[in-house]
Every structure is written in C-alpha cells, then in structure tokens.
C-alpha cells in the first residue's frame, strides 16, 4: 500500500455530491451487513436450537471483539495511507464473511463469521469520517456527517427488509450470500471513483510532516474530558440503539404475532422514516446552532436522549400496533439525533492528521460498550424474565434498557462544561 497521494488535479468540490453518495453507498453495505442478523434471529434460533443470550452474543460480542480491537491500528495506518484503498479492502473482506455466514451449521461456526465481519468492518468507517472531513469545510461537516450517516437507518432498513422477505421466500442462508456477494461487487467500483484529497485542506492549522504515534494521540487526548465523556455517553445511547436493531423484529414477532415478513416490513419502515429524519435534524440543528455556540453539538442531543423516554413506553407497551407504530417513529427519529453533531466533535477535538486515530478510539469505546454489551444485555435479561413474563419477556427487557439514554444524556451534558476549551481551532 503506497503512501497517500492526493490527486491535487482533481476538482474535488464539484465532485462532493457524488463522493457522499458512494461513501452513504458503502455505510449502507456495512449497516445491511452489520444487522441483518437481527430478522435472521429468528429462523436462525429455530434452525439451530439457540437460547436469546446465545444470540446476544452472536449479534453483539462476536461482531465488536475484532470491529473494535482493530479498528484503532487500521485508523492509525488510515492517517498514514490511502484511506480510500483502506476502505476497499475492508468492505471485500467484511462481504466475504457475510457470504460465509450462509455456511454456518452451528452456533459456533457463525460466531466466527460474524467475528469475520467485524473484522472487515474496522476499517470501514473512521477513515470514511477523516475523508469526510477533507471533503467538507467546518460549516457543512455536522450535515455531511449526517447525510453519511443515513447509511444507518436505510443500512439497518434494508437488511431487516431484504433479510425477512428471503428468508421467508427462500431461506436464511441465501439472505447471506445475497447481500455478501452484492458487497464485493461494489468494492472495485469505490476504489476507482474516489480519489484521495488533501489532509486538512479546509482548515488553518497544517499537518505535520509525519503523523503521530499512538501514544502521542493519547497524550493529547487525556488533556481532553469531553472527549471521554461524549465517548462514553455515546457508548451508553448505542446499547440501546444496537440493543434495539437487534432485537425489535423479534419483539414484533413474539408481542404482536407478526409473521417473519410483516415483522421486516413494519420496523423497516419505523427506521428508514424515523432515522432519516432524525439523523438529518440532527446535523442541520448542529451547523445551525452549533457555530455559534459550541456546548450546542452535545446538549441538542443530550436532551433528544431524554424526549425518547415516554414515547418508547408508550409505544412498547401499546396493544395496538398501529398507535405502536407511529410512536415509535418519534424516539427512533429522537435517537440518532446524536450521529451528526457528535462524530463532527469528536473530529475538531484533534488536528486533521489524528482525526482518524481518534475516531477509532470514540469508535472503540462505542462498539465495544454499545454492540458487545447492549445486544447481550437485552437478550440475557430478556431470559431472566422469561419465567414471569413468557413470550413478553423482551417487552419489558427492552423497556429496561431505556435507561441507557438518561445516561448518556448525562455523560454528554458533562462534556458540555469542557468543549470549548477541548476544541482545535
């Protein structure tokens, strides 16, 4: 891999439309990749005999033990590479163990391909953010991140729709080998249309002439509150938020008595409307108020986290799912408000040669919390009330996990105290 050589010829701003395009293209592969194992949860758990804290596991601490682990020396070689061919090795290789997936017979052999996939996925979306970043000047980047973030929900929309129909029509496994093999295809295409810009072009400050090393980023990063208080608050939100892709088309399934594909279409739909809106709100509210005053790219999510809270009771416990599904609209819209302001945060807490690095070290404290506990977590208590509540055991175990968000909010109106000072100007 050659050192990154940004084509200066090129007229990168009128290209922008079409670079978020195909970045909001391959976000999108890396979310129907990432959560398409939720729908599949449940052909899955009756073909192959599993227990709700075996699939806890395989949706969350399978896939976060390497998504995490590497992610921050893969971002290190991402502040000194081509990010752009970084990205393209990582989406072939989270696309084959996709397709491998479709090959497991046991618990254990998906485990390990779902472990494959994290590992793919570790270098898919830290370089994504620094690109962005030199893509975009200071005034566009809470909306850029954004719109790249809309990969999210029509990523987790599409897997859970696409996965509920061919598992329904055909079978689990297909779903895997389908949407794998649609992955490798996109890999050559993004490699030959995305060329690498110029470190830091849209800022003051320059780089230095060689990147930091690891510990040097941590020197900096210590000196730094906010930064660790809006990692650990986003950590905090994500065990809710994964918690929730996982495990909401089961809880349909169960509560409601939705079949497999009714299931899919019904919080496909909550997700692809309810995220779209929120993640936009979110990054348009951040450049609107956040120029001004900067403690406003943590607090306008901070009390997003908080508006969630009635409406996912509510909507939770509705026995009609009709009211169920228009008010979960509202705090699935509520709660990625957090995605735009906050990652275009955490990359004005460093200079533009760190951005990546840091981004993996917020993603790693993220992914390991949010998808390596919050997954189990619902899943482990979801058994333990099994006894008492049944079939209606995950109702109230996804109830449970609403606290998570008044954590969060807390964590980041911490941050608040800290961010102007913490900010590279």
């Known amino acids: 891999m050659n050192k990154s050589s940004p084509d200066t010829n090129s007229d990168l701003s009128g290209n922008r439309a079409y670079i978020l395009f195909i970045l909001v293209v391959v976000y999108t592969f890396n979310f129907i990749d990432r959560q398409i194992i939720g729908i599949l949860a449940v052909p899955i758990k009756a073909d192959l005999g599993l227990t709700d804290s075996q699939l806890g596991l395989m949706g969350g601490l399978a896939f976060a033990l390497f998504y995490t682990g590497l992610g921050i020396p893969i971002a290190m070689l991402a502040d000194r590479y081509s990010r752009t061919w970084i990205m393209t090795v990582a989406l072939t290789v989270w696309s084959l163990m996709t397709a491998a997936s479709g090959l497991a017979t046991n618990f254990w052999q998906l485990f390990a391909a779902r472990m494959g996939v994290g590992i793919g996925e570790a270098g898919g979306v830290a370089p994504a953010y620094s690109l962005i970043m030199d893509f975009f000047p200071p005034e566009q980047r809470a ?75 941590i020197k900096i990063l210590t000196k730094k509150p906010s930064f660790w208080l809006i990692s650990i608050g986003a950590a905090c939100s994500s065990m809710m938020g994964y918690g929730l892709f996982f495990w909401f088309p089961s809880f349909f399934v169960r509560s409601y008595n939705l079949s497999l594909i009714d299931a899919s279409l019904f919080y496909g739909a909550i997700l692809l409307i309810g995220g779209l809106a929120g993640i936009w709100a979110g990054g348009w509210l951040g450049d609107r ?125 911490l941050a608040s105290r800290w961010l102007e000072k913490d900010w590279e100007e």
């Open 289 to 413: 108020f956040g120029q001004k005053n900067r403690t406003q790219f943590v607090k306008i999510p901070a009390f997003a986290f908080l508006a969630t809270i009635p409406f996912y009771i509510l909507g939770i416990l509705s026995p009609n799912l009709t009211i169920s599904f228009f008010l979960l609209l509202v705090p699935t819209a509520l709660g990625l408000v957090w995605l735009g302001p906050v990652i275009s945060t955490i990359q004005h807490l460093v200079r533009p040669d760190m951005r990546a690095t840091a981004s993996a070290i917020f993603l790693f404290i993220n992914n390991l919390i949010g998808i390596g506990i919050g997954t189990y977590a619902i899943g482990k208590l979801s058994d333990v009330l099994q006894l008492q509540f049944g079939d209606e055991s995950l109702r109230y175990s996804i109830l449970a996990g609403t606290g998570f968000y008044v954590l969060a909010a807390s964590f980041f109106l």
């Open 143 to 217: 909306r850029a991140i954004s719109i790249y973030s809309f990969g999210i929900p029509i990523g987790s929309a599409l897997g859970i729709v696409f996965g509920g129909i061919i598992a329904t029509m055909i079978d689990w496994r297909i779903a895997f080998f389908m949407v794998g093999l649609a992955g490798i295809v996109l890999a050559p295409i993004f490699r030959m249309t995305i060329k690498e810009p110029i470190r830091g072009q849209f800022d003051s400050k320059q780089k230095d002439a060689k990147a930091p090393g690891f510990k040097s980023i």
